[in-house]
């Protein structure tokens, strides 16, 4: 899998953390989106927390409302 390039001031997010980071903008558990995507929650949780990071922010609502600022969603 390849990375996407999200904008050079931005760290890259994974094809898998992009995949997390669109499901975090639906009214769902991390326990939901790990059935969907058919691993753990906590390999769900290490993904946010990564998905977190790389974005520099500290909730799920920060996250998407940095998502949507950069065009993403």
């Known amino acids: 899998m390849s990375a996407i390039e ?3 001031v931005f760290p890259t ?3 898998r953390e992009q ?3 669109s499901n ?3 009214d769902v558990t991390l326990e939901q989106i ?3 995507l ?3 929650r906590n390999t769900v949780k290490s993904q946010v927390r990564s998905v977190y990071k790389k974005l520099g922010v500290s ?3 920060e996250a998407v409302a940095m998502a949507r600022r950069m065009g993403l969603y």
């Open 59 to 61: 909730t799920r609502a």
């Open 38 to 40: 058919f691993v753990t």
């Open 19 to 21: 995949v997390v980071l």
């Open 6 to 8: 999200l904008n050079p």
């Open 13 to 15: 997010l994974t094809r």
């Open 24 to 26: 975090l903008t639906e």
């Open 34 to 36: 790990a059935n969907r």
